[in-house]
């Protein structure tokens, strides 16, 4: 049973980092594009960052320069460095699988606030 368990949000102040990260469950880890989302209260589901089994990286324009995605093939394992962290980025943050995502884990709550 594949499964995303995400980890490491919190309450943070603005200017301040997190990292999050998303272990995973499944074979296809290695050989897929991988990304985070998020869902911003209110709104809907939005990609952040993705990265292709090959380590290349996409970031939606709201976050490049301030986020980093990264993975360990080793243990199956997502992150995301949140650096220079705005409210703006107070959302639930998701993983999964970029082509045809699968079931989704329940997201780690991220709320910047001074």
């Known amino acids: 049973q594949v499964q995303f368990v995400e980890s490491g949000g919190g309450l943070t102040q603005p200017g301040e980092s997190l990292r999050l990260s998303c272990a995973v469950s499944?074979?296809?880890?290695?050989?897929?594009?991988l990304g985070w989302w998020r869902q911003r209260p209110g709104g809907q589901r939005e990609m952040v960052a993705q990265i292709t089994r090959t380590g290349f990286t996409v970031y939606t324009p709201s976050v490049k320069g301030r986020f980093t995605i990264s993975k360990e093939d080793t243990n199956n394992t997502l992150y995301l460095q949140m650096n220079s962290l705005k409210p703006e980025d107070t959302a639930v943050y998701y993983c999964?699988?970029?082509?045809?995502?699968?079931?989704w884990g329940q997201g780690t709550q991220v709320t910047v606030s001074s």
């Open positions: 499944g074979t296809f880890f290695s050989g897929s594009t």
């Open positions: 999964n699988k970029v082509v045809q995502p699968l079931t």
